[in-house]
Nanobody, 123 residues
């Protein structure tokens, strides 16, 4: 599976952005998908994940209620809708694919990674 993230940019605090991740490969629908982020000098951090069928989602406490993950298996895409953005949401955001079927929150749970897209939230 090859992943390509897009949609990052500069936004003011309180604003919204929608990130997208396009996947290649016929088996996209069999993978759980996740979004992580990494701020400068910090470790990669779990943001959200969604099961292969879209029925189960998990969120980091820091984004719960503000971010929504979704997927379209017909289009081989996964999205992250972000609202009420804060300066501390500034990071490079990565999409990733996993064969793990449970609550996959650790980077090493994931098998494939996209290249990342930068989100900058100004105060």
């Amino acid at each position: 599976v090859q992943l390509q993230a897009s949609g990052g940019g500069l936004v003011q605090a309180g604003g919204s952005l929608r990130l997208s991740c396009a996947a290649s490969g016929r088996s996209f629908g069999s993978y759980g998908m996740g979004w992580f982020r990494q701020a400068p000098g910090k470790e990669r951090q779990f943001v959200a994940s969604i099961s292969w069928n879209g029925l189960t989602t998990y969120y980091a406490d820091s984004v719960k209620g503000r971010f929504t993950i979704s997927r379209d298996n017909a289009e081989n895409t996964v999205s992250l809708q972000m609202h009420s953005l804060k300066p501390e949401d500034t990071a490079v955001y990565y999409c990733a694919a996993t064969r793990f079927t449970g609550d996959a929150r650790r980077p090493y749970d994931y098998d494939y990674w996209g290249q990342g897209t930068l989100v900058t939230v100004s105060s």
